[in-house]
């Protein structure tokens, strides 16, 4: 199924704003990191497992372990983030 990823503030500035992937029906948030950081080098330094990150589902902010659904937003951003 096709998912819409979003990168927000450092994250954004290593892979740009974003990206629609192809992600296994009942993936997880964390699943779908997990398989981002897999594709690159970028990816895997950006979104890298050490780093803490906040994530967001269709725009309401979730943990990792929440379902993704087809033609979902998906946004990856640092837990604190400027104006």
Request: charged fraction near 20%; charge should be negative; include cysteine.
């Amino acid at each position: 199924m096709k998912v819409q990823v979003r990168y927000f503030a450092s994250i954004r500035e290593v892979l740009g704003a974003g990206e629609a992937i192809d992600v296994l029906v009942g993936a997880t948030v964390g699943e779908v990191r997990d398989q981002l950081i897999a594709s690159s080098p970028m990816h895997a330094t950006a979104l890298a497992r050490g780093k803490a990150l906040r994530c967001a589902l269709n725009q309401s902010l979730c943990e990792e372990s929440e379902l993704v659904i087809a033609d979902a937003e998906l946004a990856f951003f640092p837990p604190v983030t400027g104006g």
